[in-house]
């Protein structure tokens, strides 16, 4: 029996933060339903179907994490966005390390929120159409030796000690019509888990790429602001997009995934 | 105290009985040759008394008048120091006598004025003047009595007299016996023997005194200051340090004292100060998720409201107001995490000497207008370190405007110093990542010691399993126990998700004897430290061959009012001002923080009416290669 369908579960303790979402999802024609914890949300999950979840990470009893850990046990792979009054880098790293896919800090512009909901929507259609051994979805997963931030972001250490990063042809599959890209200048620093790149789309939405790891910027890919489309066909290696020297490696990589446990 | 468990009275005792032995010892001998000499003398007399009795009586002997003779000899015996004079014949008895009651009795030859010639029944003829003297007791036992026999030996003009009374055969026709009272001799030794005991009575006494007195300067008095001063620690009053030290082994232990309470204070303020700042950073958290979720609904409504009143400029500009004030409080908001210590710092190569002149120009009006000095030994060497530049510069403006104010409106100097120090890296590096041989991770974000992640192992002591977190600063030991362990027992170590032993088979600990546990370290060697847990020993080879850690250290000084000693413990609080209005009170401790993140520390010393030093300690070289 197919089970009732909605776009998104909103998961918040605060009526006044589901009210705020819920007019978001509705201006973009969403459906959705919305609890006050994450038990209730379990059932939810259990009696309908949903392209999408935004968590609050702090909540009563069963927090985000907990749920998110609740969820992947469960084998549901609704994709969750994870969002919180208390923004630290640590909980947006540990957020898209637990298997969020993004992380939006509180309060957020409706924007800010636009962009996130429209490319988790996107991301779960292609999900799916994978799933469903489509042959026009082809997701080309990041080299082994790489690691990610989230299923986004991707780093790969090089010999002399820098890093590269990038973005993944899967983030890339999530943009509707790329129009710009907008990149920060040389030796500005980067922090992990903060944006670190502006994709603007055709629909005017701003997506913001997260940086990886935390570091100066010594080399951008200027080609790909001239040509957006190199990110797009060759994501990990023309298409990389900041050559940046690392401040805390050895700490930050242990919260980062390796892309060899995608291939299993 | 019990008295008799005090330091004075034990050296009292020992000195006094070493001076009662030596003191007693030379009474001895110098009584015993104070004795012989009088005795000697005694003798001498005796004898000399005893030739002038025979010289004299030699006429009267010969003429044969015995009354004669016994007049003389009773007159003589008259003499108070003289106790008998009596004269014997051969066969013992008693011709003459200063008690003529003797006379007429006969002596036995074994009796002691006779023993001496007649011991082997035959009658030696010479003995010296020491045999022929003897010492013994009187009839009423109250004093002692020298003897002395002189033997009247036969000559011929005693066998040609004309008494005809002896013979010419015999030798020896009889014995003079003189006795004389040793009372005389006997109180004076006495009495030398009482000079000799109150000497030694009155040195002792003297030495007593003495000792008691420099006991009671030198050791009482420090020592009383010391327990006092612990007590008062102990009570925890850290604040309190012992005044008066003398130069000695206890004036040493007094300053180490001193010098420990000072650590200790420090040590605290600084573990005060973290525990302060966490909870303030869990309640900036706690406020920081309290206000962000109503401005989540005032930033959205907002943004809806403008795309709802396209078509009214003047609503327009209102709403963009309300959404431009949201997004500046969304900024507080993360400037108050940022303070909470919960967003990472960010750190670049800076120059602190440049930061310092940043820092300086901004508030160079101020400086002219206090009439202020500003003094800048730079170490031109200095090298780049990794930190927050923003944050560098607002922690020297804090403090330069801070001096400023101390030094007041008259006029005075800040000086700022730059220098390089190093510092031991045990106690304070911290250990980031550790693996067991099969590269499996060890560290546990989720238990903290001091904030920071544990090392995890498995430990099984006996039958019992458990979990052990080890403190990840090098060469600390405050690590937890999952389970209660026997430290006599054997522990055995292993990975938590392998189960691989991390004992180290080839290697004993080296304070201990046993066993000794083994984890690497990605890129920086290995850690090996002592097993059994029954000591701290820890080494970890390459870091202690890198030597001691390199700070840079900035003092500024100024000669401003000074911190008086009650507001010294406050300052690094949140809140505390003495600026009134003026001040929000969060400057030293923003500082604070801000330093605590870099992973350096900051101390103070003033003076009230001459100054104060602030002096901040920053670690050199990229925080990244600091493990």
Sequence with gaps: MMKEHFNILIIDDEQVVIDS??????????????????????????????????????????????FLSKVESKRIDTPVIMTTGFSTIENAVKALYSGAIEFVPKPFTVDELTSVI????????????????????????????????????????DFDGSVLIGATDF????????????????????????????????????????????????????????????????????????????????????????CSSDRN | MNIFRTISYKLILVVSVTVILIIGVYSYFNIKSQSDVLRAEVERHANQLSESVKNSTRYVMLLNQRDHIQEMITRIGKDPAISNVRILNKEGEIIYSAKSEDIGKMLDKKAESCYACHAENKAIEKLSIKERTRIFKSDTDQYRILGVIN??????????????????????????????SLAEVDKRIYDNQIRELIFALISITGIGFIIGFFVKRWVDRP???????????????????????????????????????????????????????????????????????????????????????????????????????????????????????????????????????????????????????????????????????????????????????????????????????????????????????????????????????????????????GLIHLDPVYGNKNHSFGIAIDKNSALSLSCPTCGLSLIDKNNKCPECGGPVYKILIPNQGSLEGC??????????????????????????????????????????????????????????????????????????????????IFSIKLPQGDSAKNI
Aim: glycine share 6%.
């Design chain 1, 118 to 157: 429209h490319r988790g929507i996107k991301y779960n259609s292609l999900l799916r159409k994978k799933k469903l051994n489509d042959d026009s979805v082809l997701i080309v997963p990041c080299p082994s030796k790489y690691f990610r931030l989230g299923y986004s972001a991707w780093m790969n250490s």
């Design chain 1, 171 to 258: 983030f890339m599959k999530t943009l509707e019509q790329l129009k710009k890209i907008e990149l920060l200048p040389l030796n500005e620093i980067l922090t992990q888990a903060s944006p670190a790149v502006k994709f603007e789309t055709e629909d005017g939405l701003i997506h913001q790429l997260y940086s990886v790891i935390s570091g100066t910027i010594i080399d951008r890919n200027i080609r790909i602001t001239d040509e957006p489309e190199l990110l797009e066909k060759d994501p990990y290696f023309e298409g990389w997009i900041y050559r940046i020297i690392p401040s805390e490696p050895a700490y930050e990589m242990k919260l980062l995934i390796p």
């Design chain 2, 223 to 465: 020592v009383k200051e010391l327990v006092k001063a612990t007590d008062q620690v102990a009570a925890g009053n850290l604040n309190f340090s012992i005044k008066n030290l003398s130069n000695d082994e206890l004036g040493t232990l007094g300053r180490s004292f001193n010098n420990m309470t000072r650590k200790l204070d420090e040590t605290n303020q600084q573990l005060y100060q973290s525990t302060k700042m966490a909870s303030l950073g869990q309640l900036a958290a706690g406020v920081a998720h309290e206000i962000n979720n109503p401005l989540t609904g005032v930033l959205t409504y907002s943004s809806f409201l403008l795309k709802r009143t396209k078509d009214n400029p003047q609503i327009q500009e209102d709403l963009n107001v309300i959404v431009r004030e949201t997004m500046r409080s969304r900024e507080i908001v993360k400037g108050l995490l940022d303070f909470a210590r919960q967003s990472t710092p960010k750190k670049s190569l800076i120059d602190v000497n440049e930061i310092i002149t940043r820092a300086e120009s901004v508030i160079k009006n101020q400086i002219k207008l206090n009439r202020v000095s500003f003094i800048k030994n730079f170490d031109s060497a200095l090298p780049k370190i990794t930190a927050d530049a923003n944050q560098i510069q607002q922690v020297f403006l804090n403090l330069f405007v801070n001096a400023i104010d101390a030094v007041g409106q008259n006029g005075g100097s800040i000086t700022v110093t730059t220098s390089q120090i190093n510092l031991s890296p045990k106690g304070t590096t911290q250990i980031k990542n550790a693996v067991c041989a099969k590269t499996h991770s060890l560290i546990d974000s989720e238990h903290k010691v001091g904030g920071m992640p544990t090392i995890k192992f498995k430990i099984k002591s006996g039958s019992t399993e």
């Design chain 2, 531 to 612: 097993a059994s847990f029954k000591d701290s020993w820890q080494k970890w080879d390459l870091i202690d061959k890198a030597g001691e850690k390199k700070f840079i250290q900035i003092q500024i000084a100024d000669n401003g009012c000074g911190i008086p000693p009650e507001n010294l413990s406050k300052i690094f609080e949140p809140f505390f001002s003495t600026k009134g209005q003026k001040g929000t009170g969060l400057g030293l401790s923003v500082i604070w923080g801000i330093i605590d993140n870099h992973n350096g520390s900051i101390s103070v010393q003033t003076e009230v009416g001459k100054g104060t």
């Design chain 2, 151 to 180: 033997p009247i030996y036969n000559e011929r003009s005693c066998y040609e007299a004309d008494c005809h009374a002896h013979s010419s055969k015999s030798k020896v026709l009889g014995v003079l016996d003189i006795t004389i």
């Design chain 1, 21 to 66: 979402i819920s007019k978001i999802v509705l201006m973009e024609n969403y459906t959705f339903v919305s609890v006050l914890d994450a038990r209730e949300a379990l059932i939810k999950l259990e009696q309908y179907d949903f392209d999408l979840i935004i968590c609050d990470i702090m909540l009563p009893e069963m927090d985000g994490f907990q």
